[in-house]
């Protein structure tokens, strides 16, 4: 689905959508360049765009299948640049990754995008910045990048607010396990670690000036996004750090409660070994037992089951067992 089509000319936008027929012809005069978003299109549909700006069959069937890693690829005078969205769920834990394809060319910017990551906003933005349309098409690219890069930050940020509260169930005295909890964290962290990492290396070659498309003018930028984007990378990194951290501990955490438990069952388990012990005694009915005929014998026994327990219970109390 066509999501929009606008010629760009002198960095402002002409008044009016326009149709897909009119697009190749549109971008060619001086200074003028096409902008057209397709949003999951399907084979016969993107035919037509290959057509009407004269793609290559390769970059086509990236763009219709999108199962590719984030990669730049030059197709004569276009590139082909994938990058994976990505959006964090706080309320579900899950890391939501779509697929961003950019045709690139001096004249037109094809946007195709598969999965969650509008770019309704990044649109709108641009248009306010005249200064940036002026460069053409690598703008555009620029500040598609920079906001994917932001959603990095942002998704970033939640994975660690829950990471934060995973170590507060791991250390609180809360007899809770959140081993579950901390194996989806880590699955979920790992498909973000592979949507991002694979970034840095394209992005580093746009700022380094590889493509000819990128004027020289804004390398600053695209270096910008590199920093950031490094920086997204080395949080992820210390986030699979954490979560490692954070299951090693709740095991060994587990294992501590698990201990107490048994020292805890041990202590009363020899508590009470004294009254059975006592009882089994009495219940043989053997006739010859002198405190059998003596009228303190019933009360001394009690008494003395009672103290041995009480300090039997004592000892246990202050060994920590109980």
Same mark, same amino acid.
């Not at 002409?14 to 902008?35: I, S, T, Y």
């Not at 002026?134 to 942002?154: N, P, R, S």
């Given at each position: 689905?066509?999501? *929009?089509? &606008?010629?760009?000319?002198?960095?402002?936008? #002409?008044?009016?959508?326009?149709?897909? *027929?009119?697009?190749?012809?549109?971008?060619?005069?001086? %200074?003028?360049?096409? !902008? @057209?978003?397709? $949003?999951?299109? *399907?084979?016969?549909?993107?035919?037509?765009?290959?057509?009407?700006?004269? @793609?290559? =069959?390769?970059?086509?069937?990236?763009? /219709?299948?999108?199962? #590719?890693?984030?990669k730049v690829e030059r197709y004569g005078d276009t590139l082909l640049v994938v990058v994976k969205t990505a959006h964090y769920i706080d309320s579900e834990e899950v890391i939501e990754v779509g697929e961003l394809l950019l045709f690139v060319h001096p004249t037109f910017v094809i946007t195709v995008r598969h999965g969650p990551s509008p770019l309704a906003d990044v649109r709108a933005r641009v248009e306010h910045r005249p200064d940036? +349309?002026?460069?053409?098409?690598?703008? $555009? +690219?620029?500040?598609? @990048? %920079?906001?994917?890069?932001? %959603?990095?930050?942002?998704a970033a940020d939640g994975i660690d607010g829950d990471i934060q509260e995973v170590e507060q169930q791991?250390?609180?005295? *809360?007899?809770?396990?959140?081993? =579950?909890?901390?194996?989806?964290? =880590?699955? =979920?962290? +790992?498909?973000?670690?592979?949507?991002?990492m694979p970034l840095s290396g394209p992005v580093d070659e746009l700022a380094r000036g590889h493509f000819e498309?990128?004027?020289?003018? @804004?390398?600053?930028?695209?270096?910008?996004?590199?920093?950031?984007?490094?920086?997204?990378?080395?949080?992820i990194v210390g986030f699979r750090e954490l979560l490692v951290s954070a299951l090693h501990a709740n095991l060994t955490q587990v294992s501590?409660? #698990?201990?107490? %438990?048994?020292?805890?069952?041990?202590? !009363?388990?020899? /508590?009470?070994?004294?009254?059975?012990?006592? &009882? &089994?005694?009495?219940?043989?009915?053997f006739d010859n037992m002198p405190e059998l005929h003596w009228a303190f014998g019933y009360p001394l026994v009690i008494v003395l089951i009672l103290l041995i327990c009480a300090l039997l219970y004592r000892r246990f109390k202050r060994a920590g067992w109980l």
């Open positions: 689905m066509i999501v *929009d089509c &606008a010629v760009y000319e002198a960095g402002e936008r #002409q008044p009016g959508r326009l149709p897909l *027929d009119r697009a190749g012809n549109a971008c060619k005069g001086d %200074d003028a360049f096409v !902008w @057209l978003g397709v $949003v999951e299109p *399907d084979a016969e549909e993107f035919d037509a765009i290959a057509r009407e700006f004269d @793609l290559h =069959e390769l970059a086509v069937e990236d763009a /219709i299948h999108a199962h #590719q890693q984030p940036l +349309l002026a460069h053409g098409t690598a703008a $555009v +690219l620029y500040v598609i @990048l %920079d906001h994917v890069v932001d %959603d990095y930050e942002k791991v250390f609180s005295s *809360d007899r809770f396990n959140p081993a =579950e909890r901390i194996y989806k964290l =880590e699955r =979920e962290t +790992l498909d973000f670690h592979r949507a991002v498309i990128v004027p020289t003018a @804004l390398h600053p930028y695209f270096r910008d996004v590199h920093d950031h984007l490094r920086r997204v990378s080395r949080r501590v409660r #698990q201990n107490e %438990d048994m020292r805890k069952i041990s202590a !009363w388990v020899a /508590i009470l070994a004294v009254p059975t012990g006592v &009882a &089994a005694i009495y219940g043989m009915n």
